[in-house]
């Protein structure tokens, strides 16, 4: 029992960045229409993967949308809202499969939650985790670094204050320092 590679049986799970996804942000809640209708595509490579039409009345959702068969479906999903501690109206969808709360429906076979479409996060494939390699990999993306360990750092973007920049490359060099104090130990 344990060892390596004894917790990973997500290894070959599909990720949640393979799957077209559909975000309750992404709709139209305003009063002013009764109606709302908008349509939502998936580009990869400057062509698209898929489309669907989302017609939101009230407390559900119409989408429309062509299988790769060629069969137009159509689907119903609810609608719920919770209410934050500081006000507001907060929108979710409903899984059809499982009534879970949810903020993106990913599609597979049809829209489901990520549980329900056996998905993982990308995050769950990374092998080795040190405290706040996340953190530092966001911020190297930030200023538009590479963003691997071994290359240096970036320089300041046209228009970043200081203190911003300062503040990125300190935690990119904690990191650092975290991931050589690791593999000095590991050797």
């Not at 919770?82 to 507001?88: E, L, R």
Request: some cysteine; hydrophobic content about 40%; glycine content about 8%.
């Amino acid at each position: 029992m344990g060892g390596i590679g004894s917790g990973l049986w997500y290894r070959d799970a599909t990720k949640t960045s393979e799957l077209m996804a559909l975000d309750v942000a992404a709709l139209d809640f305003s009063e002013t229409a009764p109606l709302k209708t908008k349509t939502l595509r998936w580009l990869q490579n400057e062509r698209c993967m898929g489309s669907v039409n989302c017609t939101v009345t009230g407390s559900t959702i119409m989408l429309d949308y062509v299988l790769l068969d060629g069969r137009s479906v159509s689907a119903f999903i609810e609608l719920t809202t919770t209410h934050p501690q500081f006000g507001g109206v907060r929108r979710w969808f409903v899984c059809p499969d499982c009534g879970r709360r949810c903020r993106l429906l990913h599609f597979a076979s049809a829209f489901k939650c990520r549980k329900c479409v056996n998905a993982v996060y990308p995050s769950q494939y990374d092998y080795v985790r040190l405290a706040g390699e996340a953190k530092a990999k966001r911020a190297r993306e930030q200023l538009g670094a590479a963003v691997g360990l071994d290359i240096a750092f970036a320089t300041k973007p046209k228009g970043m204050h200081w203190k911003t920049y300062r503040k990125l490359e300190q935690l990119v060099w904690n990191a650092d320092v975290a991931f050589e104090e690791y593999i000095q130990a590991r050797l």
